[in-house]
């Protein structure tokens, strides 16, 4: 139907390869931030989240949150058997506000890629014990709200 059709907007996924198979992949694309993602109790959200069953490790993280003084401070996180255990703890060797925390949580960013954009910081090897815990995913929800 190349005859009765001048144009298609297409919404998809920003990790999306579709186009690769057109006969013609040189196409306009255009990336367009959405929808927001906000941790709104990181104790709870920590701990009702499943983790790898084999993975065994802690870290502590500072994070700051201006409109949830419950969030802000030290948190200990331990992980065993694909559950954590998360409390308040005396000092923290990482930090980050809660909008770097909530991506990083989503997997829409690595702690990795949080330090390389100046938005997570402290010591590497608690980043590197981070980067096994959250891993990257796919974020991708076209409907609006």
């Not at 109790?41 to 502590?60: H, I, S």
């Not at 993280?61 to 201006?66: A, N, R």
């Not at 997997?107 to 402290?122: F, H, N, R, S």
Request: glycine share 6%; proline share 4%; aromatic share 8%.
């Amino acid at each position: 139907h190349q005859s009765q059709i001048d144009q298609v907007i297409w919404s998809t996924a920003t990790d999306e390869k579709l186009h690769i198979i057109l006969p013609n992949p040189r196409v306009d694309m255009k990336l367009t931030t959405g929808m927001m993602f906000r941790v709104v109790d990181v104790e709870n959200a920590l701990t009702a989240r499943k983790y790898q069953e084999d993975l065994n490790t802690a870290f502590d993280i500072e994070i700051s949150d201006q409109f949830a003084p419950w969030n802000q401070g030290p948190w200990h996180v331990e992980i065993s058997g694909g559950h954590a255990k998360v409390q308040k703890a005396d000092k923290s060797s990482v930090e980050c506000d809660i909008q770097t925390f909530s991506q990083i949580f989503l997997g829409y960013i690595t702690p990795k890629d949080a330090v390389k954009l100046g938005k997570l910081k402290g010591k590497e090897s608690q980043t590197d014990l981070m980067n096994k815990v959250f891993l990257p995913s796919v974020t991708f929800n076209n409907n609006g709200f």
